[in-house]
């Protein structure tokens, strides 16, 4: 591989730009491999990139029905944040969030982190209390955050409306090292830094089964044939359930749209990532200008990538309370990805009931700011058995009655 | 836009109006359930991605429950029944069997379609 440089754009100007090579090799699948990763998004490749790199594990191949990244990965709002209540979550969203810090030089990849700050509104005495107790309790793990006041939060983001009628801001937590990156540079990065290493990433080749033998896994069923695998790991998101069950085992997963959207690009006028949990919509504006704005989910399941109109309507008819000056502004695009949510609103990185296959989803709608971190355990999870990273978010927690309860602490989207 | 019709008040509404409350026909697991059982009716959801069977409220109509029959992939709406039953009535079966051939309803272990 080629590494990017100042010095290598300035090679390649003086011979027209005709020198540069493909991100990542196309190969067809090999017989065997090592390990076989399920979905070249963020996550998988990421997997596959810290079994290389931490693990010596290089006989891997990642297999995408689609194109690479274009699932979730491609559909995010780009937000990285590690503000989270409960110990387990902070650690693994913490871990993502440090490991953004210098992706870029490890992958040799510009990724465009932009660490520019997260505020999350309190527009409720509820919200005031709960973000209050969360910038305790990131104090004592670690994550940097504090609670601000109103005041704070206007000189940050000066176009915010705070005296709203319906819903005043009444203060924020803040997390100054929180920000964006660029979603599918992460992908790309990953994917090129997997190529280099060896690693085979196979584009348009979906799984159709998951074949076992004696309660082991001995390969998968594709597209392109079938390619034997000591070890598979299944991150594929929206359909983590249509893939469990081809290996035989159920998850607590309800699949689900959730939507955002993009206005007209405008001057800068918000240098901050803005999350309003009580009315379901978070904004920040990207390098283009376009301002990028999330919403809720569907109330009902589905598969369609597409989502409802009203929940667009919704989020944005709350946010112009609190933003007037989005009123006028003409929105371009709208996008829905199918996330995974589970009972408690936090992921499952887990061994299975089938040897063999392990299983990383249920991200449900914040899994892009914890690639690198999923990835660094999910990695190690699959190479010993054991991740201090992911102990806690094992299958077995639903039955056992140790939730790693987000969805209250959150309250909504995540 | 979903629309469904409420069997209840007969009135035909979209989905702002509704509120959909997930997977239909699950038998609550009682007082002497083992931890499986108790797992399976909170946490596990048959998810699929084609036929699916699920709750519905008519929260701003008549105020009643009723089920509806859908699939989850192209949002095609087979039809909406009385929730005063524990499996999807005859007449919707007979639609899907005619629309979806070779349908399956919580077979589980790789039919997914």
């Known amino acids: 591989m080629k590494r990017y440089s100042a010095f290598a754009i300035a090679r390649e100007a003086f011979r027209y730009h005709t020198g540069w090579e493909r991100a990542w090799r196309s190969p067809e699948p090999k017989k065997k491999y090592d390990a076989i990763i399920v979905g070249a998004g963020g996550h ?83 919200e005031v209390r709960g973000y209050k107790r969360t910038a305790h309790a990131n104090a004592l793990q670690g994550v940097a955050t504090e609670y601000i006041d109103a005041r704070r ?23 100054p090292r929180g920000g964006t990156a660029r979603h599918d540079a992460v992908a790309w990065g990953y994917a090129r830094a997997c190529s280099d290493m060896g690693m085979d990433i196979i584009q348009k080749c979906e799984v159709t089964g998951v074949r076992r033998e004696n309660g082991k896994v001995v390969g998968v069923d594709t597209t392109k044939g079938a390619i034997d695998c000591d070890r598979l790991g299944i991150v594929v998101a929206g359909h ?11 998850l607590p997963i309800e699949s689900v749209p959730l939507q955002a959207l993009v206005s007209e690009p405008i001057k800068p006028c918000m240098d901050v990532v803005v999350m ?24 009902h399941n589905a598969y369609t990538q597409r989502g409802s109109f009203h929940h667009i309507e919704e989020t944005v008819r709350a946010l112009i309370e609190t933003f007037p000056m989005i009123s006028r502004l003409k929105m371009l695009r709208q ?22 296959v392990f299983i990383n989803c249920g991200w449900g709608t914040g899994g892009f700011k914890a690639i690198p971190g999923s990835g660094w355990g999910f990695a190690e999870l699959m190479a010993t058995g054991h991740s201090p990273l992911t102990a806690e978010f094992g299958l077995d927690r639903f039955r056992e009655g140790r939730f790693i309860d987000e969805s209250v602490a959150a309250g909504v989207a995540h | 836009m979903l629309i469904l019709t409420c069997p209840n008040c007969g009135e035909t509404k979209d989905e702002s109006e509704l509120h959909a409350h997930g997977e239909a026909h699950i038998t609550r697991a009682g007082p002497e359930a083992t931890d499986e059982e108790m797992e399976t009716y909170l946490f596990e959801r048959v998810n699929p991605k084609g036929v699916h069977f699920e709750r519905w409220h008519c929260s701003y109509g008549c105020g009643k429950w009723f ?13 909406t029944y009385s929730a005063q039953t524990t499996e999807p009535p005859k007449e919707i079966i007979d639609i899907l069997d005619k629309k979806r051939p070779g349908w399956s309803w919580r077979k589980f272990g790789g039919t997914a379609q």
């Open chain 1, 44 to 126: 998988g490749l990421a997997t596959a990139y810290y079994l290389g790199k931490n693990h010596g594990i290089k006989n891997v191949a990642i297999l995408e029905k689609g194109w690479l990244g274009g699932g979730n990965t491609g559909r995010n709002t780009t937000i990285i944040r590690s503000n989270y209540l409960q110990d387990p979550s902070a650690a693994i969203y913490e871990k993502a969030r440090s490991l953004y810090e210098d992706l870029s030089q490890d992958l040799n990849y510009n990724v465009m982190f932009s660490p520019r700050g997260v505020i999350m509104l309190a527009q409720t005495e509820h």
């Open chain 1, 153 to 175: 939060v206007k000189e940050l983001c000066p176009i915010m409306h705070i005296e709203g009628p319906r819903y005043p801001v009444l203060g924020g937590l803040w997390q």
């Open chain 1, 240 to 250: 983590s359930g249509v893939v469990a069950d081809m290996a035989g085992f159920r």
């Open chain 1, 276 to 299: 309003a949990n009580t009315v379901h919509g978070y904004m920040s504006q990207s390098d283009k200008g376009e301002m990028v704005i999330g919403g809720g989910t569907d109330g």
């Open chain 1, 335 to 356: 996008w829905g990805g199918i996330v995974d949510v589970t009972g408690d609103r936090s992921p499952i990185l887990s061994k299975t009931p089938v040897e063999g």
């Open chain 2, 67 to 79: 089920h509806a029959a859908r699939c989850t992939n192209t949002l095609e709406v087979f039809g």
